[in-house]
């Protein structure tokens, strides 16, 4: 990584620059969940404050994670699901500068999202589908290369990131993007799909932002974090990863980490100039954060 890129990355992820996103707030948790903030991972934890390039992943056997933007945006994760929040986005196959995270609430990389908002605000960003600013329920899926997102109320745009093509979606159609490829409008969602919907999305819960106006929690540190589990994410779109070698550049002290990026290094080219620099200095890490979004 060059110097001139990591100076302007800094500046991008800078605390000033940050300050300037909304934030959302983590307002329910049932079960466990992972936040990946800067190169450290935390255990989730309700009252947690989150700004953009958080990762959060949710346990297999967690029923539910909420999320409530200042906006009134609320999204709903069900179990075994990744999302990044304001990711530095991909519009019609060209990058949107890093200043515009508001572009997305998130990135829909696994699992299940339900977002619902009474105002007009942007829908997520996925391998599938960009959906332009709505007001309603959307409720999406995406699991490996297929992808459904039904519009349970309200109308909705949406553009297939294959191939660019606009699909207009109806209150009660879905969006359907198949192994095959293609992406495509349907009256309804694919057969069963919807008896596969967590049993939590069922339920309508109102707003509970205003529960947290005082400091954020503590956030308990979790052990470092391997290759395994951010594989997801480093073998993702390339727009998407384009900063993981500066941000997670401290992993590379670590033999495992290191030699699992070299291996794969097909995988994630953009490491190649990373693994050039010496190994960076291990950082001190304090034993309570009470900021969950620390400097990277």
């Keep these: 990584m060059s110097a001139p890129l990591l100076v302007a990355w800094a500046a991008l992820h800078s605390p000033a620059a940050r300050a300037a996103e909304p934030q959302a707030v983590l307002t329910l948790l049932e079960g466990e969940a992972t936040l990946v903030v800067g190169a450290r991972a935390y255990s989730a934890v309700v009252g947690a404050r989150l700004g953009a390039g958080v990762l959060l992943e949710t346990d297999a056997k967690a029923s539910l994670l909420r999320l409530e933007w200042p906006d009134g945006t609320v999204l709903d994760l069900g179990p075994a699901t990744r999302v990044m929040l304001r990711p530095p986005a991909v519009v019609g196959g060209k990058p949107v500068p890093q200043s515009s995270y508001s572009t997305y609430p998130y990135y829909l990389l696994q699992?299940?999202?339900?977002?619902?908002?009474?105002?007009?605000?942007?829908?997520?960003?996925?391998?599938?589908?960009?959906?332009?600013?709505?007001?309603?329920?959307?409720?999406?899926?995406?699991?490996?290369?297929?992808?459904?997102?039904?519009?349970?109320?309200?109308?909705?745009?949406?553009?297939?990131?294959r191939n660019g093509l606009p699909l207009a979606v109806r209150a009660g159609q879905a969006a359907v993007l198949g192994s095959d490829g293609v992406a495509q409008m349907q009256a309804r969602p694919p057969t069963g799909w919807l008896q596969r919907i967590p049993?939590?999305?069922?339920?309508?819960?109102?707003?509970?932002?205003?529960?947290?106006?005082?400091?954020?929690?503590?956030?308990?540190?979790?052990?470092?974090?391997?290759?395994?589990?951010l594989q997801p994410w480093l073998t993702a779109e390339p727009a998407l990863r384009r900063d993981f070698p500066a941000r997670f550049a401290e992993l590379l002290r670590e033999r495992e980490f290191r030699a699992a990026v070299t291996r794969q290094l097909a995988q994630h080219p953009e490491w190649e100039p990373a693994l050039r620099l010496p190994k960076p200095k291990p950082k001190p890490v304090p034993a309570v954060s009470t900021d969950p979004e620390p400097p990277r």
């Design 111 to 161: 699992g299940w999202a339900k977002q619902s908002q009474t105002a007009v605000v942007p829908g997520p960003l996925s391998n599938a589908f960009e959906v332009q600013a709505f007001k309603g329920v959307l409720v999406s899926q995406v699991d490996g290369s297929s992808a459904v997102s039904f519009a349970e109320t309200g109308d909705k745009q949406f553009v297939s990131r």
């Design 199 to 229: 049993r939590a999305f069922r339920d309508t819960l109102p707003p509970r932002a205003a529960q947290f106006k005082g400091a954020p929690p503590a956030l308990k540190l979790r052990a470092s974090l391997s290759y395994a589990a």
